[in-house]
Structures are given as structure tokens and as C-alpha cells.
């Protein structure tokens, strides 16, 4: 194993997997977990929170339940006041509540580094703009970025981001999920720290289905019945996410579920029946069937989510985190449910995706990312970011009961996890071109929706903008 270069002092991988065995006495995990780990010693502590104000003591063999959003982790450690400097963290706005939480416990590890926290745009196209010119000019102001499957792949491929397998042990990547190591088999190696892993999926106001007296649609054709009942006195039957990045998405969940291939939506230029069927469909949820909002390609995450909550949509596709924000933050869990995509004629496939830690390999601070990162892979730590995200991506996690009883609690995406799990397809993203891809790919299937292209000239405009990006054979 190789060793971690600190400024002043070095720190070898067997004195850090020392560490890491220190007695980590438990986190108190904010929103609708809120419970304490099993502590390593006695712990006498003070736990704040709107309404609440206790001082707990328990010994070892006792769990402590604490209802209300804790706002501080509460944790024993034993400080690592040798390593000193600072630590530049880049996370999108959707990363911010996990940041705070696991950047709250380093810190009181390693309370020598300053950490600073890059405070990254709410939309996804600000996100794509920022990191792709930090990974084209090798921004060493970054050390640890908070990345989706697009860019952790690019920047694997590109030699940006650092190569993790000889920090890690044989056991901790043996613990990593099967999605997390369909990535590194991608990659060619560890170069992300997963948070978790989700999926996408479908969510449906059960208020809305109760009073027109439908059903969860199982099949293309029944999602367009329902659709057009639920259509009414402008309320859509069904919502999505448009913009190019996101259509990406959208029409790959269709084609998959067609049986289709997005690498082959027309090759030699003749459209294959089944991504012509795939777009064909989505065309016609909007332009003939209606039961989608008009300009869907201009309507994006912050849209389609408010619908959903506003019950200006019945059903709305999109990810895993959605079930813990109706819960938390939309505070109407009773009226919103979640269901499997309605099949299409190979079944009803879904996204499974990841998003995680990578480290700069030009990072000022990489070896302090590095011990950051890694701190962010121990079970107690990775608990919090699971949750944040939807499931833990250790398979070691899946045993604990407690724990995974509290995330089918606190989400509710994770009722109907194991059925959803079985249906995950990961992208085809081509390795060094995936930000390209996703976009160019995107935009020129979107252009049969806004009537730019008839669909078969919509996919054979794909496949000559797709094809050059594509793994050579």
C-alpha cells in the first residue's frame, strides 16, 4: 500500500486504518433518521433541536431515538491534530445538505484543516458549465468535487481525478454495490466515493388517483388511459424533465423499455424500430395524447417537481431523493406514492445512478481530499450520505435492519426499493465523451418534440451527432 504525504507529517495507510478503527461513538443523523449509532463509551451530550432540549446517557448495547432535525452530529473521536492545511470541496446545490453534515464530523477529527466549502449553482446546466472548463484547465482551486456518472467517468478517463484502489482495502472494495463496481470497471479503477446509489422512478399524488377512482397504471397503453382521465382543468396527467441533459434521461428510460440500444437509434442512417417506437411514444404523450404540459423540453427539475407538489400533475418521473424531500421538505407524505415505470414490451426499466466524491489530482490539497474521501467510506459516515441520496451503495449496510427500516421510513421511493433494484439499467456512457454524449444526445431527440424534426429525422440526426463519440470498434 502506498502512503498518504501530509505537509508536515506523513500518515502510511496502516496508521490510517488505525485510525479509522478509533472509537467513532455515533452520529446523530439529521431529518427523519435522527438516531444515534451504537456509542464506544459512555456519552453524556446536550441535543438541540426545534422544540428540543435533553441531556442523554447511554452506555454501549443501547440505540437512543431522538424525534426532531438535529442540527449538530454528535460523535467521539479521537482528533488527528497532525494533519494541517486546508481543503477546497465543490458540491452542486443538491449536495449541500450531505456536505454539511459529513464536512461537521471531519472537522472535529481533524481540526487543523480549514475546509472550504464551494457553494455550487441549483441547475444542472450551471453545474455542467462549471465543471467542464475545471476539468479541461485542470483547476487545482478544487481538491474534492461532489460528481454524477457524466463527469466521474470523463474525468477517470482524462486522468483528472486520482485513482483510489491502493487506499482502500481488499474488504472495502469487496464491500462496494454491484452498481459501484460496474463503474470501476468503467473507469479502470476506484476514482469516486460513492454517496449512495438511486434510480429513477415514478411518483403519483394518491389523492388525485383516489378521487378519479384510477389505478397505477402497469403498461404503456394503461399510462395513457389514466393519463387522459387525470388530464383536467389544467392538471396533466404526466410530467417530465425536458431540457437536454434530461432528455437524455427521459427517452433512454422509453427506449429501454422498448428493448432498444442507445447507441443504435439509427444505425446507417435507417431509424431501428424499437428507439422509433421509444420516441414515437414519448412524441405522442404530449402532441397527440396531451396528458404532458406543452414545451416539455423547456420544463426542468424545479418545474416539474412543483406541479407534483402543487397537484397541477398526477404522476411525475424522477429520482430516488424525491421520496425523502416529500417527506421532509414538501411535508404531504400522505399524498404522494411511488410506482415502477409502466412497462413497455421488455418491462418497465428505470436509471440506476450514482453520484459521489471525486478527488483533483491537481488539487492543492489532494492528499488531505484523499483523507477526506476516505473518512466519507466508513459505514457510520456513508450512513448519513445514503441517506441524503436514497441507499447505501456498501453492501455491508444492507444488514443492518435498524438502519435500512429508517430509510424506507424516511423515504418513500424506498418502499418498492428491492422491485425498482431489479429494474435498473446503468447508461452507456462512451468514457471520455460522456458530457458530450448526454447532451448532443439530448438535443437532437428533443428537436421531434418541438417539431423541429420528425422523429425518424430526429434519430438519424442523433446517431451522426452520437456516432463520432463512440468507442471505436
Avoid at 215 to 238: D, F, M
Avoid at 243 to 250: H, L, Q, S
Avoid at 266 to 276: C, D, F, L, S, Y
Amino acid at each position: 500500500m502506498g502512503e498518504v504525504k501530509k505537509e508536515e507529517k506523513k500518515v502510511s495507510r496502516r496508521d490510517y486504518l488505525k485510525y479509522t478503527g478509533a472509537a467513532i461513538g455515533g452520529l446523530v443523523v439529521g431529518g427523519a433518521l435522527g438516531y444515534l449509532l451504537k456509542p464506544a463509551e459512555v456519552i453524556k451530550e446536550t441535543v438541540t433541536a426545534p422544540g428540543v432540549e435533553r441531556t442523554v446517557t447511554k452506555t454501549v448495547e443501547k440505540t437512543i431515538t431522538i424525534t426532531g432535525t438535529i442540527t449538530s452530529p454528535v460523535v467521539t473521536y479521537t482528533p488527528k491534530t497532525e494533519i494541517k492545511g486546508e481543503l477546497n470541496i465543490y458540491t452542486p446545490a443538491w449536495g449541500f445538505a450531505g456536505t454539511d453534515a459529513v464536512v461537521a464530523l471531519f472537522q472535529k477529527e481533524y481540526p487543523n484543516v480549514k475546509i472550504n466549502v464551494i457553494r455550487g449553482p441549483s441547475t444542472w446546466d450551471e453545474h455542467v458549465t462549471r465543471t467542464t472548463v475545471w476539468l479541461r484547465e485542470k483547476y487545482p482551486g478544487v481538491d474534492v468535487l461532489y460528481e454524477d456518472d457524466v463527469f466521474s467517468t470523463d474525468g477517470a478517463i482524462m486522468g483528472v481525478w486520482t485513482k483510489l484502489d491502493d487506499y482502500l482495502s481488499k474488504s472495502q472494495i469487496a464491500d462496494l454495490s454491484d452498481l459501484t463496481h460496474h463503474f470501476i470497471e468503467l473507469h479502470g479503477g476506484v476514482y469516486r466515493i460513492p454517496w449512495g446509489e438511486g434510480g429513477s422512478c415514478i411518483y403519483y399524488r394518491k389523492d388525485i388517483f383516489e378521487e378519479e377512482g384510477q389505478t397505477i397504471p402497469k403498461t404503456w397503453k394503461e399510462l395513457v388511459e389514466v393519463g387522459k382521465i387525470l388530464t383536467k382543468n389544467g392538471r396533466y396527467g404526466y410530467v417530465t424533465q425536458g431540457t437536454p441533459g434530461e432528455m437524455y434521461n427521459t427517452y433512454n428510460e422509453f427506449l429501454h423499455q422498448a428493448g432498444g440500444d442507445e447507441w443504435k437509434l439509427a444505425p446507417g442512417g435507417v431509424p431501428e424500430p424499437k428507439a422509433k417506437e421509444a420516441l414515437q411514444f414519448l412524441v405522442d404523450l404530449e402532441l397527440k395524447h396531451k396528458i404532458m404540459p406543452p414545451g416539455i423540453t423547456s420544463v426542468g427539475y424545479t418545474e416539474s417537481r412543483a406541479m407534483l407538489k402543487e397537484g397541477k400533475a398526477a404522476m411525475l418521473r424522477d429520482w430516488g431523493d424525491v421520496g425523502r424531500i416529500a417527506i421532509t421538505e414538501w411535508k404531504i407524505p400522505e399524498k404522494i406514492g411511488v410506482m415502477l415505470f409502466p412497462a413497455g414490451s421488455a418491462g418497465p426499466w428505470c436509471i440506476g445512478h450514482q453520484w459521489g466524491w471525486v478527488v483533483n489530482d491537481y488539487g492543492k490539497n489532494r492528499d488531505i481530499g484523499i483523507e477526506f474521501v476516505l473518512f466519507c467510506l466508513r459505514p457510520e459516515v456513508h450512513k448519513i450520505l445514503a441517506y441524503q441520496y436514497q441507499l447505501p451503495a456498501l453492501k455491508s449496510l444492507y444488514e443492518d435492519k435498524e438502519y435500512m427500516k429508517k430509510l424506507k421510513e424516511g423515504n418513500i421511493a424506498n418502499t418498492i426499493a428491492e422491485e425498482l433494484k431489479k429494474w435498473w439499467f446503468a447508461r452507456k456512457f462512451p468514457p471520455g465523451r460522456s458530457v458530450e454524449y448526454h447532451e448532443v444526445f439530448g438535443r437532437e431527440i428533443s428537436r421531434a418534440l418541438t417539431g423541429e424534426a420528425s422523429v425518424d429525422e430526429a434519430l438519424i440526426a442523433a446517431q451522426k451527432s452520437l456516432d463520432p463519440l463512440l468507442p471505436k470498434k
